[in-house]
């Protein structure tokens, strides 16, 4: 399985700046998946990036709030912008090595405070 | 519309007892896989068991098994001899063999009693 190093952990952020995540695979990877976990929910897909292409974006995200980064194959960005109060939650980034199979990694998730 | 239920939001046992939560989904796919992961207060997210629809051998990881109904479209894990580090909170997840996108259920806090 894949390790994956997401960067920051946490942090706490003024409403109205911008906070870029990275996440760092040690393999090559097809699809990347950032999620948005909000307090004592579930995981909400925000956008599938694909090494060199735009990142398709689930119903309510867009690109101008999250833009996604994907450089290559071990690499990617999800940046949070205008930050808000609401943005407050946790975003993980996660990989498929193999369609299904394999499962899902996931990295340690960050933990984003607006205030 | 594929979906995933977990009905339980939250579930105790006693340390070294056997825990049971359930999963239901909702599908047309015939070719699918089902999961079980388990999120810790530290936040990571760690897979725990996987089921291929394919596949009527129920899985088992050590302590974990998955009594999976096909027909019932039911997927419940089963947690034995329950420690204290089984104590999280625990998703269903639904992905089809033909995309890589996962359907997620709403969780179930497992709380272990010493």
């Known amino acids: 399985s894949a390790v994956i190093s997401q960067k920051p952990s946490r942090d706490i952020c003024q409403r109205g700046t911008s906070l870029t995540i990275q996440c760092q695979v040690d393999?090559?990877?097809?699809?990347m998946f950032w999620y948005r976990q909000q307090p004592g929910q579930s995981l909400t897909l925000i956008a599938t990036a694909n090494q060199g292409s735009e990142a398709t974006y689930e119903s309510g995200f867009v690109i101008d709030k999250f833009p996604i980064s994907r450089p290559n194959l071990t690499f990617s960005t999800l940046t949070v912008s205008n930050m808000s109060p609401e943005d407050s939650s946790i975003y993980l980034c996660?990989?498929?090595?193999?369609?299904?199979?394999?499962?899902?990694?996931f990295g340690s998730g960050t933990r984003l405070t607006v205030v | 519309a594929q979906t995933v239920t977990q009905s339980q939001p939250e579930m105790s046992v006693q340390e070294a007892e056997t825990v049971t939560l359930s999963c239901t989904y909702d599908t047309s796919e015939s070719d699918y896989y089902l999961f079980w992961y388990k999120q810790p207060p530290s936040r990571q997210m760690i897979l725990v068991i996987r089921q291929e629809a394919y596949k009527q051998q129920n899985a088992t990881e050590n302590r974990f098994s998955v009594n999976f109904q096909k027909a019932a479209k039911s997927f419940s894990l089963k947690i034995s001899d329950s420690q204290l580090g089984d104590a999280a909170m625990y998703f269903c997840?639904?992905?089809?063999?033909?995309?890589?996108?996962?359907?997620w259920g709403a969780g179930t806090k497992l709380i272990i009693k010493p």
């Open positions: 997840a639904w992905g089809a063999d033909s995309n890589y996108q996962l359907i």
């Open positions: 996660s990989v498929a090595l193999i369609q299904g199979a394999g499962g899902y990694t």
């Open positions: 393999s090559q990877v097809t699809m």
